[in-house]
């Protein structure tokens, strides 16, 4: 079973959000494979090996994706990810109006991809603290258990 942990995080809070879902992946026996996008690079047509796929994006402009997310998105067109399931999460800030725009554009272009969501998107108020750090860990462990389930449903 393989889960991608893909994000940008101009800040460090979408990071920190990365870091606390594979620790919950962890958690339920399974492993992560983590990428920030802009350091590392990441094609979209490399999602098409993943069984799962956990992408992360804080929010910029006025509800827009990031700069740095411009390219990837883009490419996402080209691909087709039917056979694979996703979420997506994010650090967002409800002084702006649009509130985690940028997650609800990747989670629209994730099912266009045929991606199937596998649990609703994870929005986080700026730096996840105290009960909402657990609360991003179970978002990973309940990700990669439901996973896991399907697999093993899939399989019978
Ligand atoms: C210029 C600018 C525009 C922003 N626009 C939005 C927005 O429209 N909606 C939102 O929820 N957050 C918005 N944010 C807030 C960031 O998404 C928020 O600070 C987030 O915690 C950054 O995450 P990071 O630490 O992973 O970079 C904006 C921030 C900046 C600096």
């Given at each position: 079973m393989k889960i991608l942990v893909a994000y940008v995080s101009m800040s460090g809070s979408t990071e920190e959000i990365s870091e606390l879902i594979v620790e919950g992946i962890e958690a339920a026996g399974h492993s992560a494979e983590r990428i920030h996008i802009e350091e590392e690079g990441l094609e979209?047509?490399?999602?098409?090996?993943?069984?799962g796929i956990l992408i992360g994006s804080y929010t910029y402009g006025n509800g827009d994706l990031p700069y740095e997310m411009d390219d990837f998105y883009d490419d996402l067109n080209d691909v087709e990810l039917a056979h694979t399931t996703f979420a997506v999460f994010g650090s967002c800030d409800s002084?702006?109006?649009?509130?985690g725009g940028a997650v609800d554009t990747l989670e629209k272009k994730l099912i266009d991809c045929g991606s199937v969501q596998l649990q609703s998107s994870l929005k986080v108020e700026l730096a996840p603290m105290g009960e909402e750090m657990e609360a991003c860990r179970q978002y990973g462990r309940q990700f990669a258990e439901r996973l896991h389930e399907t697999k093993t449903t899939q399989q019978k």
């Amino acid at each position: 079973m393989k889960i991608l942990v893909a994000y940008v995080s101009m800040s460090g809070s979408t990071e920190e959000i990365s870091e606390l879902i594979v620790e919950g992946i962890e958690a339920a026996g399974h492993s992560a494979e983590r990428i920030h996008i802009e350091e590392e690079g990441l094609e979209a047509k490399a999602l098409a090996a993943y069984d799962g796929i956990l992408i992360g994006s804080y929010t910029y402009g006025n509800g827009d994706l990031p700069y740095e997310m411009d390219d990837f998105y883009d490419d996402l067109n080209d691909v087709e990810l039917a056979h694979t399931t996703f979420a997506v999460f994010g650090s967002c800030d409800s002084a702006y109006e649009i509130y985690g725009g940028a997650v609800d554009t990747l989670e629209k272009k994730l099912i266009d991809c045929g991606s199937v969501q596998l649990q609703s998107s994870l929005k986080v108020e700026l730096a996840p603290m105290g009960e909402e750090m657990e609360a991003c860990r179970q978002y990973g462990r309940q990700f990669a258990e439901r996973l896991h389930e399907t697999k093993t449903t899939q399989q019978k």
